[in-house]
């Protein structure tokens, strides 16, 4: 009888499973509370009840007020929202945003200068933090909102954004961050940090894949993106997920519960794989900040092997980890993270990101290193690239 492969998930940055807690909270929303939050009878209010207490779920992560919660469907979605809804408002035409963004706001701030908008990126050093002068230089010219990422999605380097913030209530200009990565990982208060505006998302804080949200300080006046019906305040046109909005606030509640004691294991056990990467394999190098990053992310590049031959080897040996951010990993294209930081060609092509979850065990470090070992030194052993010193 064949022996079932082990199988090790290293990929949480791209997405999650629906932890049991927010499933279970889920089911009834697909069977017996069906109703469409819109509807006035007692199934609608049923349904309008459980997308409420959601929101509240949702809002108590960031200290935001449960009506500054407006329910989306993706990260992807809030962030296009956000953009276009403040620049489209704002005399200046212009935008300010770094130069690591997620694919979400890159593409949509690609499209707004073909629509004739403004968009002014500010330089990254090397572990992948803002450059806070050339921040200050372009906040000296009028902008409707800087947009600058909590944490990155492939390095997971973790932004100052209490000095981001501060800098741009200083000179009145709107700041919004895609927390996306971050929300279970990084505390946020949005009143306290003065954040006007931010994007998360469900799936990757084990919650469904499909719904998100954006906070929207209240008073700000942001252009409506979805249009036809009146749901969410008549901000948001469409019928509302709610079996997706209830799994989110579940997961929400649960990622605010219990985030100290997984960050802390998680952050030892991310910890200790880079050691064992620095110690066993020659020419590894870390990607992002060492120490301001997210406590699940392992961001490295090897020399004399391309990232995609080394995640097919590990993938036949059963761990799952990625070669960027989900959103461009089917691309050839050369990741803007990296690129933005300095890295050079040959160690961009050879960077791999392993992002570490609540189920990832010390023994699964382990079992990854030495898969990790056996995969670079057979295709060293079969490149051109590779230069033996």
């Known amino acids: 009888m064949r022996t079932r492969q082990k199988r090790i998930y290293l990929d949480n940055a791209a997405t999650t499973y629906v932890c049991g807690e927010a499933l279970q909270v889920m089911l009834p929303y697909f069977t017996t509370e069906f109703g469409n939050n819109s509807s006035i009878h007692s199934y609608g209010r049923a349904a309008e009840k459980a997308l409420s207490k959601a929101r509240e779920q949702v809002a108590k992560t960031i200290n935001a007020s449960p009506d500054e919660i407006y329910f989306t469907s993706s990260a992807t979605e809030a962030n296009n929202w956000i953009l276009r809804g403040a620049v489209q408002n704002h005399p200046s035409k212009r935008l300010i945003v770094s130069a690591i963004e997620h694919p979400s706001v890159m593409e949509t701030c690609a499209q707004l200068v073909k629509e004739g908008y403004k968009v002014d990126y500010i330089m990254v050093n090397q572990d992948g933090v803002i450059n806070v002068g050339d921040l200050i230089n372009k906040l000296s010219k009028p902008a409707a909102m800087v947009s600058i990422m909590t944490a990155n999605n492939e390095v997971g380097t973790i932004q100052y954004l209490n000095t981001i913030a501060n800098l741009c209530q200083k000179r009145e200009v709107l700041f919004h961050t895609d927390a996306t990565q971050a929300i279970s990982s990084v505390f946020i208060d949005v009143k306290e940090m003065g954040i006007d505006a931010l994007s998360l998302s469900a799936h990757k804080i084990y919650g469904p894949k499909g719904i998100g949200a954006l906070y929207i300080r209240n008073g700000l006046n942001v252009t409506k993106f979805m249009h036809g019906g009146h749901q969410e305040r008549n901000a948001r046109a469409g019928t509302v997920n709610v079996a997706g909005a209830v799994g989110f606030g579940q997961a929400a509640e649960i990622a605010l519960r ?31 900040h060492r120490g301001q990053r997210l406590p699940n992310n392992i961001n490295f590049s090897f020399s004399g092997v391309e990232g995609e031959s080394i995640m097919v080897m590990l993938d036949f040996a059963g761990i799952a980890v990625s070669t960027g951010s989900a959103c461009t990993s089917g691309t050839l294209q050369r990741s803007h993270v990296l690129t933005a930081m300095g890295v050079s060609d040959e160690l961009i092509n050879g960077s791999i990101r392993f992002s570490l979850g609540r189920n990832t065990t010390k023994a699964d470090i382990d079992y990854t290193v030495k898969q990790l070992e056996i995969a670079i030194k057979k295709l060293r052993g079969i490149s051109a690239l590779h230069v033996q010193r």
Do not use: F, V
């Open 258 to 288: 219990d985030s100290s004691i997984n960050n802390t294991r998680i952050k030892q056990l991310r910890d200790y794989m880079i050691m064992q990467i620095e110690q066993k394999i020659e020419g590894a190098y870390l990607n992002g």
